[in-house]
T-cell receptor
Framework: AQSVTQLGSHVSVSEGALVLLRCNYS??????LFWYVQYPNQGLQLLLK??????LVKGINGFEAEFKKSETSFHLTKPSAHMSDAAEYFC???????????FGGGTRLMVKP | EPEVTQTPSHQVTQMGQEVILRCVPI?????FYWYRQILGQKVEFLVS????????KSEIFDDQFSVERPDGSNFTLKIRSTKLEDSAMYFC?????????????FGPGTRLTVL
């Protein structure tokens, strides 16, 4: 069985500061990892994904994540937060069949002016 | 840009009533999914659907739930006799392929409230 843990249900940063959202996973097979973002009253939008190859993955809106197998982590970062980044962020892992996504609990990012 | 749409955005029903949640996946997609998120909890997989049949379902997806693709565009989730614990946000998703590298695109969700 797979699982995802997101440390910190709420993260607050100042505008311009580094954003770091943590995600750790558990998987018995090589994982496929995703970050989704949810803005208020909208659906889940894919930010980035790791499948194979380069472990540093770049996504939309300046976000990136690094797959670290030894740490079973897939943390999401952005060098400089913008007010428009305020949203809920979900880390997810895909099962071996690529059929279902297992989500973490989500992290609500707040950006202070 | 194509998107997944869901109706209604909010549904209120009485316990024991049947509800149907509707989704219009992206038009050329072949794989369809339902997830739900109970308030304050994780997004949970319910069911996946391909070629007019269920390809995988979770423990949550018991006999009270059913899915259907009644025509070429809609994908529905039916709950036969709603319980209080069915109150949640229900998300529909679709993908072009089932491959490990493919992306599931999510709709905005339907908030179901069971009274």
């Amino acid at each position: 069985a797979q699982s995802v843990t997101q440390l910190g249900s709420h993260v607050s940063v100042s505008e311009g500061a580094l954003v770091l959202l943590r995600c750790n996973y558990s998987s018995s097979v090589p994982p496929y990892l995703f970050w989704y973002v949810q803005y208020p009253n909208q659906g889940l939008q894919l930010l980035l994904k790791y499948t194979t190859g380069a472990t540093l993955v770049k996504g939309i809106n300046g976000f990136e994540a690094e797959f670290k197998k030894s740490e079973t982590s897939f943390h999401l970062t952005k060098p400089s937060a913008h007010m428009s980044d305020a949203a809920e962020y979900f880390c997810a892992v895909s099962d071996n069949a690529g059929n279902m996504l297992t989500f973490g609990g989500g992290t609500r990012l707040m950006v202070k002016p | 840009e194509p998107e997944v749409t869901q109706t209604p955005s909010h549904q209120v029903t009485q316990m024991g009533q049947e509800v149907i949640l509707r989704c219009v996946p992206i038009s050329n997609h072949l794989y369809f999914y339902w997830y739900r998120q109970i308030l304050g909890q994780k997004v949970e997989f319910l069911v996946s659907f391909y070629n007019n049949e269920i390809s995988e379902k979770s423990e949550i997806f018991d006999d009270q739930f059913s899915v259907e693709r009644p025509d070429g565009s809609n994908f529905t989730l039916k709950i036969r006799s709603t319980k209080l614990e069915d109150s949640a946000m229900y998300f529909c998703a679709s993908s072009a392929d089932r491959g490990l590298t493919d992306t599931q695109y999510f709709g905005p969700g339907t908030r179901l409230t069971v009274l």
